[in-house]
């Protein structure tokens, strides 16, 4: 893998620009603070420690969703986890911009406005077309340094993560630093023992991406969630449809169908489907059916059932490494936790190497009081990651590489 710079290459007390992934879920306009805040931090720390003028770029949303909010109270937040005053500008490149970057002095830290509110941010364009724009042109000539720790984010070749190192020394955060090691290591690595992958979700083209991309280094694929139903229904058991009302299955289904007939008669022996699955009865409890008995699907299946989850725990207990993408269930409702809740907890009783990762899943880890530290790695990006785990190519990571 071509190496990229990192803080351990930078002289202490420069002014460096510094690019971090604090995309949040808003909620009635109130930003929720969440593990990314956390994870940036302690660069963010780091570098303050260290006497550099910090000045922080980051996005929140797309132009017309509700998501789409100014980054001040991102500052507050991110000051709370830093344990130093993150003051804010409303303004990504402008006068007030450049005038605030300018009073910064060394040890402080100032937070510039929403970087999709500049208009030359999102349009996706090469990197060499991003390092023309006035954003960049304006920003660069105050810093001797750029550092991104956006990993989550770079899948995206917008401005502020591929356009900075064409005009400036670039180096990778903290965070882009272990989440790059992490991910990459199911294609990097080599393992003595058996390598799993448990994979759910709601996105089968996110399993058969993966699948196709890993099927000669993964030994067991363990399935769940919508995706696991869609390969069920390939192995012609009656669900992995839609019932009234319902839009999650036949869509997919028409579109994915030959591809999951074909990686399933392909590595038939290396993908586990679920035994039993878990429902709501009708006194609103959780029920369970083994798979051989569904004569046809009349109710919703929210989470692989218990003697799926023994199974694929054991699988787990053998395994030398296990990398998680996606949940078994719907893990947010109590109920229908004890498929991801269940696997996530093998694998922290295992001595295995693991990393779990695809947003929303690692969510379960801190909802059910699992540790962090028993895993070797959470990652906190979600479509960054899945690319990571597929080899393909992450934009912002490569303008790193080259060493600009
Ligand atoms: C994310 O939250 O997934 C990243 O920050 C990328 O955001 P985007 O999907 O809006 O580009
Ligand atoms: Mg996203």
């Known amino acids: 893998m071509p190496a990229f710079k990192t803080l351990d290459d930078l002289d202490d007390g420069q002014r460096v620009l510094v690019r971090l992934d604090l995309n949040s ?54 000051a709370d986890h830093v ?47 991003k390092a023309e724009t006035e954003f960049v042109r304006a920003l660069a000539p105050e810093f001797d340094a750029y550092v991104n720790d956006a990993y989550s984010a770079a899948h995206r070749s917008h401005a502020s ?58 030994d067991d694929f363990l399935l769940g969630g919508i995706a696991g139903e869609l390969f069920l229904r390939a192995a012609d058991v009656p669900v992995g449809r839609d019932l ?28 586990h ?3 039993d699955l878990a429902f709501e009865d009708e ?23 218990s003697n799926t989850v023994s199974e694929y725990a054991a699988f787990v207990e053998n395994s030398e490494a296990v990398f998680v993408k996606g949940a078994l269930g719907l893990f947010e409702d109590e109920r229908f936790a004890d498929g991801t809740v269940g696997v996530l907890e093998a694998i922290a009783e295992t001595d295995c190497f693991s990393v779990v990762g695809g947003g929303d899943t690692s969510r379960a880890i801190e909802m059910y009081g699992l540790s962090e530290d028993d895993f070797d790695h959470v990652s906190i990006a979600g479509g960054a990651y899945i690319r990571a785990l597929t080899g393909e190519r992450l934009v912002g990571v490569e303008v790193l590489q080259d060493g600009n």
Request: charged share 35%.
């Open 25 to 78: 879920p808003v909620e009635d306009g109130e930003v929720q603070d969440n593990r990314r805040f956390d994870r940036h931090a302690e660069t963010v720390r780091e570098l303050a420690d260290r006497d550099f003028a910090v000045v922080l770029m980051a996005h929140q949303g797309r132009p017309g969703r509700d998501t789409f909010v100014s980054l001040e109270q991102h500052a507050d937040i991110l």
């Open 83 to 129: 344990g130093h005053p993150v003051q804010f500008v409303p303004d990504t490149f402008g006068d007030r911009a450049i005038s605030a970057i300018n009073d910064l002095d060394g040890g402080e830290i100032l937070l510039l406005e929403n970087t999709r509110m500049c208009d030359e941010e999102l349009p996706e364009e090469e990197p060499t077309v």
């Open 161 to 218: 993560l591929v356009g900075f190192p064409f005009a400036l020394p670039a180096y990778a955060g903290r965070v882009m630093e272990t989440e790059y090691e992490a991910n990459t290591a199911i294609a990097e690595r080599e393992f003595d023992g058996n390598v799993t992958m448990v994979v759910g979700g709601t996105k089968a083209t996110d399993v058969i991406d993966v699948m196709t991309a890993l099927g000669d280094r993964v």
């Open 244 to 271: 009234e009302g319902m839009d999650l299955f036949d869509e997919q289904w028409e579109e994915n169908r030959e591809t999951i007939e074909h990686l399933l008669d392909e590595y038939q022996t290396q993908i």
């Open 273 to 275: 489907l679920a035994l």
């Open 283 to 305: 006194d609103g409890e959780r029920d369970e059916i083994e798979v051989g008995d569904i004569e046809e699907k009349d109710r919703a299946f929210l989470d692989v059932g």
